[in-house]
Each structure stands twice: as C-alpha cells, then as structure tokens.
C-alpha cells in the first residue's frame, strides 16, 4: 500500500479479522498511517467474535475466507447480538454474496487488493451509514417504548373506569395527579396501576 497523506478524522478504533500475515501486516501500517486505533487482531472467525463482543469496536474490517468460522458467519453473529459497521474485504463478489452480506447487516466491502485510498473511504462510509443505523435504531427503540406506554395507559385508565366507575378524563387526570405526586413519569404510574390491578384480578381468582 502506498503513502498517503494522513487522513484527518476523529480516531476510530477498528478491529481487524484477517488470516492472511502478509495483507495484515500491510493493512496494520496503512491503519496506523491514518491514524486509526486498532483495538485487536483475529485470525479466525470465532476469534473475530470474541473480540467484537469485548472490544466494542466502531468499526471491524474482515476478511471472507477464515478458518473456523467465514466473515460472513461472523459478521451476521456479531450483528445478532451487537450492531457493529463491518467492512468485508473479499477478492471477489458475486450475487449470492452481496445477498449474505445484505443479511449480515453488512455495510459495505472491499475487493482485494485495497489502495489506502479505497480503504479510507469504504472506512468513512461505513462509519457514516453505522451512525445513521444507530440513530434508526434509536428512534426506533424510543417509539417501541412509546407504544408500551401508551398499551400501559390504556389499561390502566380501563381498569380504573371499570372498577371506580370513572369517566375517561377522570381517570386520565388521577393517573397524572399520581405521577406527580410520585414524580414519575405518566406511563410508569400507569404501569404500577396495571400491575396492582393483574394482583388484585390474581386474588379475586383464587
């Protein structure tokens, strides 16, 4: 790989999974150039796994044929349990490649052999789309936990007008009056009246 002006970004830490002593060493010195912090090295795809899951990398590099466990086994582990940008660096793509790596949740490939330059920017795009894919899943997260609190709400404001005869509204303002006395948050006081009243149909049963 030849020299290139070192690439001014804020300082990503990468894990590199790579089998192959000569291409490694090369991608080692290339990454460091750049200054990139390289938080670990497997030469396997089960050890690939075990770092991404004690390392929390931003970024992994991984090569396809690897003993043990290929790149596209271990990217689609890894993503299974923590989202993480991967980078495949493979020496050829075909179709049922690319549909793998779409169900890796991998964000983009390198074709061996890789110049910096090719590497700078695969290394970019894929932090850029992992940030994106971060703030998706976030929003995504948030709205799960709206809609839990809105299913907790409309129970709890069930149960009270069913078993105190309260109007909607009514029963709308006495769970916000209890969240302020308790100050919670309004579908967390709505959560507890769900639960005391699951204890009380519980009793009512026996």
Known sequence: ???????????????????????????QEALKEQGYDLVGIAQNGKEAIELALTTHPDLILMDIKMPLLDGLQAAKAINNQRFTPIVLLTAY???????QAKEARVVGYLLKPVSITELVSAIEVAQSIGQEIYHLEGQLADLKAKLAGRKYLDRAKGFLMDAYGMKEGEAMAFIRKEARNRRIKLEEMARLICETAERLLQKASK
């Not at 790989?1 to 991608?27: Q, V, W």
């Not at 793509?93 to 549909?99: E, H, I, K, S, Y």
């Open 1 to 27: 790989m030849a020299n290139h002006p070192t690439h001014k970004t804020p300082r990503l830490r990468i894990l590199i999974a790579e089998d192959d002593e000569m291409f490694l060493s090369g991608l």
């Open 93 to 99: 793509a075909d179709p049922d490649f690319l549909r």
